[in-house]
């Protein structure tokens, strides 16, 4: 992951924001998130990248952007998926510490005061679903099988890999993160604790989606994520 050319990491935290077609969303989220940062952290930004959209999420983005100098924006001509579009803005990051929270606003204030209020104490905070009752049952199917098979393969425990992290930027830059899916968490995470990363988990509920739906299980994205877990595989074997 190429690092941020330019001035050196201040202390705040980044927090970057991942919309496809989010308009119903996004401007909750983006409060949500600046909300949260001022209690936690004097300075700080919010890293909206626009992944393609082809509703008004573009437009509300750069709306957000000229009303608070705080916001950021990036446009994608296209698609590119959640972990390219989370790589690009860890790599725009201006502070020590950097966090995604989705576009959809499918996190809450607990949520992100339970991430940003331990940032220091371990060199990732990890945050895991408290509330998955609000989820179908065959998201939560799919989720906890995802779990167990990531913490069989590698050897680890955690309670959850696709949720948010707060990470040190300096940390999350170093890895090598390959692919663009959903599962690029999951990669990090895994070479970040097998290589002897400290990490605390805390757990937290999470906000039905008020508009739209999740982009998760499409096919194509279910194909990606298991591409890239048999990467990972010959990755930390070698």
Known sequence: MAAAAGAPLRPGISVVVPALNEAPNLA?????CKTAARRHFPDHEVIVVDDGS?????????????????VRVVHHDRPRNLGYAYKEGVGLARFEHVLM????????????????????????VINYISNTEVRGWRRRL??????????????????????TALHRTALIRSVTIRTDSFAYQAEALVKLLR???????????IAPRAGGRTKAFRLRNAIDVGRALCRLLVDVRR
Request: charged share 25%; no cysteine; proline share 4%.
């Open 28 to 32: 909750a989220a983006v409060d949500r």
């Open 54 to 70: 082809t509703d008004a999420t573009g437009q509300i983005a750069d709306r957000l952007a000229k009303a608070d100098p705080r």
């Open 101 to 124: 929270f989705p576009g959809d606003n499918e996190g809450t204030d607990e949520q992100l005061d339970a991430l940003m209020s331990r940032a220091g104490t371990a060199d990732i």
């Open 142 to 163: 799919v989720s906890r099988s995802f779990v167990v098979v990531v913490n069989t393969l590698f050897g680890l425990s955690l309670r959850y890999y696709n949720g």
């Open 195 to 205: 290589g002897g990363h400290s990490y605390v988990e805390v757990g937290t509920p």
